[in-house]
């Protein structure tokens, strides 16, 4: 059956569902690593991350920073802060920045427009990536033409029952999935997802998850796991898995076998090796945290959540030594997405 996932990338529904509920635990993830190195070799990309606003007019039900959580500390960074972190980060050698955050209303297309440029005048060659939510159709192309390389919007969950437990009222699977198709129609590559062991996820909503990721093709796939919030309406929850969360980095790896997979933080957050077990399970991403010191721990998504060590980008050199210790190499290279890059060889 693994052999079979790692030569077409798919199997039925059965089989798959078969894999999910627990099976083929170290032979998968050994053939996962085998398809990483076949198309990745060793190298783990980096991305600075930069959490540039905790202010949301969203409130997911899962979210610690969702806009009924009262107790949420609340901050922006300036367009001087986020450029400085940006220069910060490219004297460290990074050649990607992502900028994720609520949805913060300040954030205008005119003023991220400007941060977007700004920053590609301080790092011409480096990758902007942006993580801020849905938006409408035009504001995506202005994003894009002002610079924006990358979008990552997790799906969250393929469900519309489930994503309806997840999220309030006004708020749509069908929505989320307008903006991920309009992203990728503008020529973004594209990052989605889903949390893993988020409340009320059944194992075919894990396989509807696989089955929308198909059709979408993304060229990053984000998935940790759900980690409570005590402020929340789920604080009580336990958080996802991190056998699961492993077996689905692997499964993702073999039907995605080009795709960028980030271990997160939520995986590094749930076990003190959870990053590095991601890597050797199939990952191929790192996105260390570039945010200002005094602000990171208000950008809380869920308890405990890590923002220091190798989790920081001061932390790039302890980072290096897990990344080797687990059998690979940190790359500082943009590392795009391979189908993009294959597009612009058949340009040239
Ligand atoms: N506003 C942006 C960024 C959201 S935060 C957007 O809508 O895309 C980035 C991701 O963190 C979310 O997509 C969600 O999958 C994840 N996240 C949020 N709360 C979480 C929790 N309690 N546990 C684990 N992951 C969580």
Redesign the pocket.
């Known amino acids: 059956m693994i052999t079979t996932l790692a030569a077409e990338h798919n199997l039925p529904d059965s089989e798959l569902l078969a894999v999910i509920n627990g099976g083929f635990d170290e032979e998968l993830k050994n053939t996962a690593d085998r398809v990483r190195r076949e198309f990745f070799g060793d190298l783990v990309y980096i991305r600075g991350l930069i959490e540039i606003s905790s202010i949301?007019k969203n409130d997911c039900i899962?979210?610690?920073i969702r806009a009924s959580n009262g107790n949420a500390a609340r901050y922006r960074l300036t367009k001087e802060e986020i450029l400085s972190c940006c220069k910060t980060g490219a004297e460290l050698g990074f050649s990607t920045f992502v900028l994720?955050?609520?949805?913060d209303l300040y954030f205008t297309d005119d003023i991220l427009c400007d941060i977007i440029d700004s920053i590609k005048k301080i790092s011409p060659d480096a990758a902007v990536t942006l993580?801020?939510?849905e938006r409408s159709r035009e504001s995506y192309k202005a994003l894009k033409n002002a610079g924006a390389d990358r979008y990552l919007?997790?799906h969250?969950t393929a469900d519309s029952g489930h994503y309806a437990r997840l999220h309030p009222e006004g708020m749509s699977l069908d929505t989320r999935k307008r903006c991920l198709y309009a992203l990728k129609e503008l020529g973004y590559q594209v990052g989605s997802g889903f949390?893993v062991g988020s409340p009320y996820q059944t194992a075919e909503n894990i396989l509807a998850d696989i089955r929308f990721l198909q059709e979408i093709q993304p060229d990053m796939i984000g998935i940790?796991?759900?980690?409570?919030?005590k402020d929340t309406p789920f604080g009580e929850f336990p958080h996802g898995s991190l056998e699961l969360t492993l077996r689905l980095i692997s499964v993702l790896r073999l039907c995605f076998p080009e795709s960028l997979l980030p271990s997160t933080t939520?995986l590094g957050t749930i076990s003190p090796d959870g990053r590095e077990r991601g890597l050797m399970a199939g990952a191929n991403v790192v996105m260390p945290n570039l945010s200002p010191q005094e602000v990171r721990s208000k950008y809380n998504?869920?308890d405990n959540k890590l923002a220091i060590g190798a989790e920081s980008a001061e932390g790039l050199r302890i980072l290096e030594e897990k990344i080797k210790s687990a059998g690979y190499t940190l790359s500082m290279s943009r590392g795009d997405s391979p189908r993009v890059l294959k597009e612009r060889n058949k340009q040239i």
């Open positions: 949301c899962y979210c610690g994720q955050g609520g949805e993580s801020v939510g919007l997790r969250e949390m940790g796991p759900f980690v409570p919030h939520a998504l869920y």
